[in-house]
């Protein structure tokens, strides 16, 4: 880094440079504003210097890719190795419809699946509750059953391609299902990538498909990290997730600091019930959004690496490297795209994927175009997959790694989003941790006070949405969106029907019985959970007996 | 401040989880002076109507993105039908496509507000509507 | 009259359309409360305040379905405070009490604090009315207790149940306000957190310097997300109850109650008055002459008082005073 001579130099200098030039400039035309500032509402200045890094220390703060803190990367080649997974969240309707679309997606250069259930399934109900009426396969996939799951991977290798799925309260029993498909594909579980979503304090501050209340629900996260250590080592446990905290309005420093604090509440949970966390945090993984602000974003991404490594390094002590690791998946900000003038989508969506590559993400989902409609039509996206793609091969920013660093502005906002972020996570701490927190409702404060003022903003015209508040048209309706036939609830009910007809009725009552059994004690349920799920026992009926013994979570909403 | 209140409730009919817009609207209507019910997540139509009932709402406002309109927003209102209710005007947002809009006007729903709603246009109706 | 007979024979929507004209039109609900009156006076009225946080909400929502299980009929007014600048209000109470929507037997209204033309306490008396005579045995007001008007609403009770919750960074908030003098029953909710036997000395502490009452108020513990004793503090409520009976208290609460009831009512009617006579041109003047110093406050209303009686007296409004 520059010494401190140089450094009053170029300090001297930015004044006169403000004084004379800039002022010059200023009377003739003033800026836009007079104050800008980034997506998150932090203020921008207009020039960045070496300065501002002053006293900077690049082995302590940047180091190298694949190196404590892994500001630069979690991998050392990074992009010129290989390419992130590109890796797009489907799902609607049948198990049918869903697998057409999966195929359909593979055979177009995607490089693994990501999995979405519908509503009732991700909330544990079978198509045929009342709560499912109208909701089944409407915004993912209906699994009521291991029949369904079958159906969802039928023709599709589980040993060749990862798998995301985006499911939190049942997650024990679709990864159970899953298992019990491969197993029948003749692979073992220990031959298994991809990852469990399995996140559920984000489901109390932002989502909402929670069923249990707190500690049961951390009981079913910390079986599912027992259970893979021992038997599915490729696997990732745990999706901490980021991204449903921005969509609910937070901003960039509170997207980091909320998850990570999330990572904390897990890794101390784990480590309550006896797990030695170099035996589970290796396959931690986490969720990450990726907003409009291209700048702030990359800066984001870096600064929750950081403080991530640090964390494990400090405060949980880790001595395995790989734990120190902050690996995620990032989707751009379905919350930024518009109803109007939905083609703009492409463009916004292609600077948020793009800041996403700039921060190093190891997979990625890109919105399609009418995300603020309906659920994606297939030409949508095909052109959100193609989007990857041509940053992938066309662009030229994988073929070094970590491009951005050393600009003396992403390396500011880094710094700063880190020590901001640091300092929400100490606020929580003092509230006692993640849970306390959020059932004083902190969480969700801050998350709504963010959104109120975004509105706000958009209202006052102090943020710009192109085509809502400015550059608008006269638009006729949208065409080719995907409807999901309305036929799927009915289908799934008939299904149902049948199942429970051919199914071992007498070996299904049984299993949910030791099922019963096994969850008034502190046995990891994953095993007999399997066993449900291979005699055919539904979501619905594994989940009745969970909730019948855990109980059901209220809302804690703080208005 | 002194006078008629307009009193709103505010409902997350079905599963749907997402209530950023909901929050959002709920805060606005609050500052432009209204009484605001808000009753969180996964409410059934037999909850709406009856909250409705005890709280006597102005409006009923519907945020729902997950597509399970077409069946709650008619059932809410085959609801307030079957208790007599003809003076709660029902509004409704979220992910809604244009195409459905027209049934759910037949059905009575007064105004869907999409993505893009301006919270004044919001308050601006409720304000004409419940005189 | 059709709107009572409707009331008392359970119209909840009848009940409810009341309880938004005592609300917005105090003069034209009074003509209904008049005519049923006489159908009330049935109900025990429970009033529950605590901070926020405390957990009032969930215990209203825990009491309520052991007394639905012994047979008896909810009534809850829930009142949140209103915005000072917009006046509007978010009333999120009911989100606590979900369970209870359905249940025909229970009966729940939001209430904000502000923008009832004649005042919270007002309605709120009324309201216990409408829902005694809608034929609830067991009324339960539950405050948020910060704001003097609220702590006057919870006089209106048979039993004052006053809520708090360790660790709340100012461990007695309750000692403030006044609040203490009216508990009748303290509940630490919230009883598994730290601070919490603290919070019990102290409040025995406080209790111990008023001697003179001839009820001790119990100081319980509950955990009210895990229906941890709730059933003990309804315990508590009948013994209370029953004390109130047996000492003749209970009636001189209800006399103290229909007492403050009559103040209340008065002194918004008078208020009423004055603004009938005196318009905010003249009340303009007055307000400019104090401000200039011109006038001292106290001269000025003795002034207004004496013209007020004087212009009463010469008959302006209705003069119906029936001894």
Known sequence: ?559 | MEGKKIRVLIAKPGLDGHDRGAKVVARALRDAGMEVIYTGLRQTPEQIVETAIQEDVDVIGLSILSGAHTHLFPKIMELLKENNIEDIVVIGGGVIPEEDIPELRKVGIAGIFTPGTDTHDIIKFIREKVK | MEIVEKITNGDRRAAAKLITLVENNFNQAQEILKKLYNYTGKALVIGLTGPPGSGKSTVTDKITKILRGQGKTVGIIAIDPASPFTGGALLGDRIRMQDLSLDKGVFIRSMSTRGHLGGLSQATQATVKILDALGKDIIIIETVGVGQSEVDIVKVADTVVLISMPGMGDDVQIIKAGIMEIGDIFVINKADKEGCERLATEIEMMLDLNQNSRWRPPVLKTIATDNVGIKKLLEEIDRHIKFLKESGELEQRRRDSAKKEIFDLIREQWKEILSTFIDNGFLDKIVTKIVKREEDPYTAVEKLSSILVHSYTQGGIKNDRKD
């Open chain 1, 1 to 559: 880094m520059l010494d401190k001579e140089e450094m009053k130099k170029i300090k001297q200098l930015k004044k006169e440079w403000e004084n004379n030039v800039v002022q010059k400039t200023l009377e003739r035309f003033p800026e836009r504003k007079n104050k800008l500032v980034t997506g998150s509402g932090k203020e921008v200045e207009r020039l960045y210097t070496p300065v501002n890094l002053e006293g900077s220390d690049y082995n302590k703060e940047l180091n190298f890719p694949g190196q404590y803190p892994y500001t630069r990367g979690v991998q050392p080649t990074m992009y010129r190795g290989r390419f992130w997974t590109m890796r797009q969240y489907a799902g609607f309707g049948t198990a049918e419809e869903s697998n057409k679309r999966y195929k359909y997606l593979l055979d177009q250069g995607q490089t693994g699946l990501s999995v979405a259930f519908d509503l009732p399934t991700q909330i544990g109900y079978d198509s045929d509750h009342t709560m499912s009426l109208g909701e089944v396969g409407k915004v993912g996939v209906a699994i009521d059953s291991l029949k369904d799951m079958e159906m969802l991977f039928n023709g599709i290798p589980l040993d060749k391609v990862s798998t995301s799925m985006t499911i939190n309260a049942p997650a024990t029993v679709l990864l159970a299902m899953y298992i019990a498909v491969a197993e029948k594909q003749g692979i073992s579980p220990d031959k298994l990538k991809g990852t469990i979503q399995n996140d559920i304090l984000k489901e109390y501050i932002a989502r909402g498909t929670y069923i249990f209340p707190p500690a049961p629900s951390m009981r079913l996260i910390t079986n599912i990290f027992e259970f893979c250590f021992k038997e599915m080592p490729l696997w990732n446990t745990i999706s901490i997730s980021g991204y449903h905290i921005r969509e609910a309005g937070a901003t960039a420093v509170q997207e980091v600091a909320f998850t990570l604090a999330d990572g904390i509440a897990y890794v101390d949970a784990a480590i309550k019930i006896g797990l030695k966390v170099d035996d589970f945090a290796p396959r931690l993984s986490f969720f990450f959004n990726a907003h409009n602000d291209l700048l702030e974003e990359v800066a984001k991404f870096r600064a929750a690496r950081r403080l991530w490594a640090k964390i494990m390094k400090e405060r949980f002590g880790v001595k395995n490297e790989k734990s120190l690791m902050l690996r995620f998946h990032t989707q751009t900000a379905g919350c930024t795209l518009t109803a109007q003038q939905a083609d703009n989508n492409i463009a916004r969506v292609t600077i948020q994927a793009l800041a996403a590559v700039l921060g190093g993400t190891q997979s990625l989902h890109t919105n399609s175009r009418d995300e603020a409609l309906a659920l994606p039509a297939e030409d949508s996206v095909r052109i959100a997959l193609r989007t990857q793609q041509v940053l992938a091969y066309e662009s030229g920013v994988t073929e070094t790694v970590d491009p951005l660093a050393g600009s003396y502005y992403v390396e500011t906002l880094t710094n700063e989003i880190e020590k901001q972020a640091l300092e929400y996570i100490e606020r929580i701490d003092k509230l006692g941790g993640v849970t306390q927190a959020i059932e004083k409702g902190f969480i969700q404060q801050e998350i709504q006070n963010s959104a109120y003022q975004y509105q706000k903003d958009i209202e006052e015209g102090k943020r710009i949405v192109v085509g809502v508040n400015k550059f608008k048209i006269n638009e006729g309706s949208p065409k080719g969106l995907l409807k999901v036939n309305p036929e799927v609830g009915r289908k799934q009910i008939e299904e149902l029907k049948k199942l429970k007809e051919e199914r071992d009725n007498y070996k299904v009552k049984e299993n949910l019985k030791l099922l019963e059994k096994a969850a008034k004690t502190d046995a990891n349920l994953m095993p007999l959970i399997l066993d449900c799920v291979k005699s055919y026992a539904t979501l619905g009926e594994i989940c009745d007996v969970l909730r019948s013994v855990f109980g059901e979570y209220k809302e804690s909403v703080k208005l």
